[in-house]
Each structure stands twice: as C-alpha cells, then as structure tokens.
C-alpha cells in the first residue's frame, strides 16, 4: 500500500479562520513533507518531519504551523492566511533510510485551499 | 547549488507518436537520487521512478523508457506510443541524501497527447 492520504480535498476559508489541514500514512515512513504548489509551477517544500521532529522549514509565515503527533500523522494548521496563500498543499512521506533504499517520496492528492 | 533544469514548459503529440521529456541537473554531489513523478489534473504527484547517481543502468518498462547519463548530467524520459492518459505534468527530480532532505524539482513539462 502506497497510499498517502489528505483530508479535507477542497477548503475554503476567510483570511480570520483558523482551520487544519491533515495528512496521514500507514507506510511506515519516517519522514513527512508539506509542499505547497501553485497553479503551473513546480511543488515548493515547507516544511519536513524526520522521526516525528522538525528538520527543515524552509522559512515559511508562522501563519502555518505544522504539527506532527506521530509517525503516521503529520498536521498543518492554518490562521489568519493571505488570498496569496491560495494553492493546492501536498503532503509526501519517505522511508528516510538506508543508503540508496525507499528515497522516494510518495504524495497525497493534495488539498486545494482558497482563502477568501 | 542544486538545479533542475527542465527546458521543455509544453509539448503536444499526437496519440501513438513517441516523446521523449529532457531533464539537465547540476550538483557538485557525487551521490545523489534522481527521480520522474507525473502530475495528472487530479493534482497528485505520481512517483515513476528513481535512479541513483551510482547505477547508469537504462530502463525500459512496458512503454516508458528512461536514458540516464551522468557524463551529460541528464535524466531523460521517454513515452512510446503515447496514449491520451499521458496527458499530464511530468517533473524531474533531484535528492542529495536518502534522508530528510528536500527534493529539488524541476520546473515541469506539460505534456498534452491529443486522440
């Protein structure tokens, strides 16, 4: 099973929501990515989880912030966003192990946010 | 620095008409991970495969084929006999550790295959 899963699909929501995107894997990967892409451009990374800690963030708004309660969950809570800040957010999981095994990333289909 | 170059942003092809997607990286790394994903209009990101920079090995399976070649730091990727279902986004990506870190993705080619 190669399944990553994004909940909710679609989300709207006014620029004082808080609201919370979820991502969830049974893979056993340890280590999980939030990317945020916009429309014909290329997925941006923000932030990445290994072993359930923080790794990278990559300099993103603290109006996002990600939350990782267990290897299989990984949480992006959204509040007070932009209109800019429109865009499909994926979530992705590796197994982050191992020379040259399981180094690729599988991802969700995404969540297609507009704040209004 | 890493870079994924991508120069093709479109191509259209006719149904059964092969076509083959550039991809040119640069990293001063000399182990890294090379992979293609295809994006169709559902928006999820399809892994289609990797390669490491130590294993030149070509591959062909079923009709996709990828050509790997570090003395020209390309990783191209091509379609015989393209069908309709190809129609999608394809990304070349590149990863320097097998752990934690980001993957640098290419700009994108939008392939459209018209019946």
């Known amino acids: 099973d190669t399944e990553v899963t994004q909940t909710p699909k679609h989300l709207v929501m006014g620029m004082t929501n808080k609201k919370s995107l979820k991502c969830e894997q049974h893979m056993g990967h340890r280590a999980m990515y939030w990317y945020k892409q916009k429309a014909k451009k290329p997925p941006e990374l923000m932030f990445v989880?290994?072993?359930?800690?923080?790794?990278i963030n990559e300099s993103v708004p603290s109006r996002f912030s990600p939350e990782c309660p267990n290897s299989s969950l990984l949480n992006l809570h959204l509040h007070a966003l932009q209109p800019e800040d429109s865009a499909l957010y994926l979530c992705?999981?590796?197994?982050?192990?191992?020379?040259?095994?399981?180094?690729?990333?599988?991802f969700g289909q995404g969540t297609r946010l507009t704040v209004v | 620095a890493q870079k994924v170059t991508q120069a093709q942003t479109e191509i259209s092809v006719v149904e059964k008409e092969d076509v083959t997607l550039d991809c040119v990286y640069e990293t001063r790394d000399t182990t890294y991970y090379l992979f293609w994903y295809k994006q169709p209009p559902s928006g999820e990101l399809v892994f289609l495969i990797r390669?490491?920079?130590?294993?030149?090995q070509n591959e062909i399976s079923g009709r996709y084929s990828w050509n790997f070649q570090k003395s020209t730091s390309s990783f191209n990727f091509t379609i015989t006999a393209s069908q309709v279902v190809d129609s999608a986004v394809y990304f070349c990506?590149?990863?320097?550790?097998?752990?934690?870190?980001?993957?640098?993705f290419g700009t994108g080619t939008s392939l459209t295959v018209i019946p």
């Open positions: 989880y290994s072993y359930e800690k923080l790794s």
């Open positions: 390669r490491n920079s130590f294993d030149e």
């Open positions: 990506a590149l990863k320097l550790t097998e752990f934690g870190n980001q993957f640098y």
């Open positions: 992705a999981s590796s197994q982050g192990r191992g020379s040259g095994v399981g180094t690729e990333a599988f």
